[in-house]
């Protein structure tokens, strides 16, 4: 009777040695994975304030405006979605060292037709916004992603289309690919992306990524 005593005792005991370890790992593995969102979040913000992006917050409202005579009078043009992607893409040049008037004034970027990443994807945002989409469906993302190795600052565009999160960027700064081709997690594997903050016109739905 003794022996079964003890023997279950150290079963139990085993079994609390087990499951004490097993948090342990389990919590030792979230503080590894919280402490490389950490890492990565300051990594990205120290090279936006290092390199700089052409994000000035103090205009940061002027960025999507889908009020404007402009844009409004495009998006009665362009039909849909997908033309008003096309648009941006193949209609406007992108030019990463651009003007900062090629960014903030849609009446320029029209004309001009041409801006960095930036104003390419505010302008699809203000575009898609002009055609009937929600602020908390359309939104620009901004952060830095790898090409060829190396982290450089970018933006694009997240929309909700088909019940899913795709990434519209109209830059060929990556390739050009067709509407709705590109899904958030794909976007995000293949350029390890490191999001940073993103926007809409009202500012509802701006957050800093954790």
């Known amino acids: 009777m003794r022996k079964k005593i003890y023997f279950y005792l150290f079963l139990i005991v085993g079994i609390l040695v087990v499951a004490e370890g097993i948090i342990i790992v389990s919590l030792y593995s979230k503080l590894r994975r919280v402490n490389e969102k950490v890492d990565s979040y300051v990594e990205s913000l120290n090279f936006i304030l290092r390199e700089g992006g052409g994000f000035r917050f103090g205009r940061a409202r002027e ?21 008003i992607y096309v648009f941006c893409a193949h209609e406007v040049h992108y030019n990463p060292t651009t003007t900062e008037d090629n960014i903030y004034d849609y009446h320029i970027l029209m004309e001009a037709r041409e801006s960095n990443c930036v104003g390419h994807a505010n302008l699809l945002c203000s575009l898609l916004r002009a055609r009937g989409f929600g602020n908390e469906h359309c939104r620009v993302i901004y952060g ?27 830059t060929n700064f990556t390739p050009i690919r067709d ?7 794909e976007f995000y594997h293949t350029y390890k992306v490191i999001p940073v903050f993103e926007y809409n016109d009202d500012f509802s739905n701006f957050r800093v990524f954790e």
């Open 63 to 83: 960025y999507i405006n889908p009020e404007h005579f402009a844009i409004k009078h495009m998006a009665e043009v362009l039909k849909n979605p997908e033309e």
């Open 179 to 185: 509407f709705g081709s590109w899904t958030r997690d």
């Open 144 to 170: 830095s992603i790898l090409i060829e190795g190396k982290r450089v600052n970018h933006a694009w565009v997240k929309l909700f289309w088909d019940d899913k999160w795709i990434i519209l960027d109209s």
